[in-house]
């Protein structure tokens, strides 16, 4: 599936910033066999004084600017053309739950990959007696890796309530879960709470999702948003699988992958610091067009 993409993130403050450093991860990722990228332009209005583009430690292309004259308000927007191949999933090839602990021990690697970065405490994710306990009720004795994580995904789609008023970017995954009701962020953290807890390697993509319109309803401009959704490492022979637990589905084509990391920590759209005072506002726009 081929997509067009644009992106406009406006932020406005009630002072202006002497001085204003961000660190972006807006650029879609080119993934081999699964994920090419065609074209991308991402434009910071004002121009920012100092830029870099280049690879995170696990692979993702940042964005590094800095305003070093005063600015009160700032836009970063980017187009891009995106080609997204179907990749299902296939037979089961995965470890046995009770066996995994031995092919993450056989991993001899830290490469940005590697199952051990995703096992323990991560700065928005932190292991919690009652969402292990959540994980392990869903398991029957001799369950796949794989059909683990599925079990424990639609578990969590049914438990919680999507509500997008319900919490903020700061959320604990631990609050968002105790009150049952958050937004794709939250459902991700949550499920990478569940699955680490039992031993899973679990990680966070940060990304676009497609749309569809009810039947008979124009597709809206603009109502598309960034989403996010979960990686899962399944054994030395299956490897890393991506599960959205907000919609209860396997990752497929409809999924635009930004970027990669422990937690939306690692991979946050926009993050930085400044000097200014007062308030701001932000206001977001996404579209994502599949092409004929």
Sequence with gaps: MQYDITLTIEYSYDGASDHARNLLHLLPLHVPGVQDVTASLLTVDPMPQERWDGPDFFGNIATWVSHLEAIDAITMSLKTKVNRRSSPLGMDISAGLATLGSDIDAIQSLAPDAPHHFLGRSPRVAPAAEMTEFARQQIIEGMSTLSAVQAIGRALHDYLDFDAAATDV????????????????????????????????????SGFLRTV????????????????????????????IEYDPTNAIMVEDDHIIVAYGRDYSDVSPVRGVMRSSGGHDTKHYVDVLPVD
């Design 170 to 205: 700061d959320t604990p995954a631990a609050e968002a879960f105790a009150h049952r009701h958050g937004v794709c962020q939250d459902f991700s953290h949550i499920m990478i709470a569940c699955l680490r807890g039992i031993g899973i390697p679990a990680g966070y993509v």
């Design 213 to 240: 319109p009810p039947p008979g309803q124009k597709r809206m401009e603009g109502a598309d948003a960034m989403h996010a959704w979960v990686r899962a490492w399944c054994g030395t022979d299956m490897g890393w």
